[in-house]
């Protein structure tokens, strides 16, 4: 049973996936909307760990030194998110 669920969410992810692509072809923005918005609900709350299989992520940077260059490459990332944690800590 529990494979047959965990079967199903990976067809559903990788439809949504393909209607993703089909609409940017298309150029049909209704139905970009909304398989984008299917696909943020579908990984809403999930995990990285459970996150990594569903986008075919394999590397979860374990090597200290891979991790400080990619820290340093998206060093814009961090420090929009220090900025928005400090603009909730203050309203």
């Known amino acids: 049973m529990f494979f047959a669920i965990k079967l199903r969410l990976h067809i559903m992810s990788a439809l949504l996936c393909l209607h993703n692509q089909f ?30 299989p569903m986008f075919g992520i394999s590397n979860n940077l374990n090597d200290s030194e891979q991790k400080a260059r990619v820290m340093k490459e998206n060093e814009w990332a961090f420090e929009a998110r220090r900025q928005f944690e400090e603009n909730q800590a203050q309203e």
């Open 23 to 52: 609409s940017i072809l298309q150029s049909i923005q209704p139905l970009l909307k909304l398989s984008v918005l299917a696909m943020s609900i579908n990984i809403n709350g999930k995990s990285p760990e459970t996150l990594r």
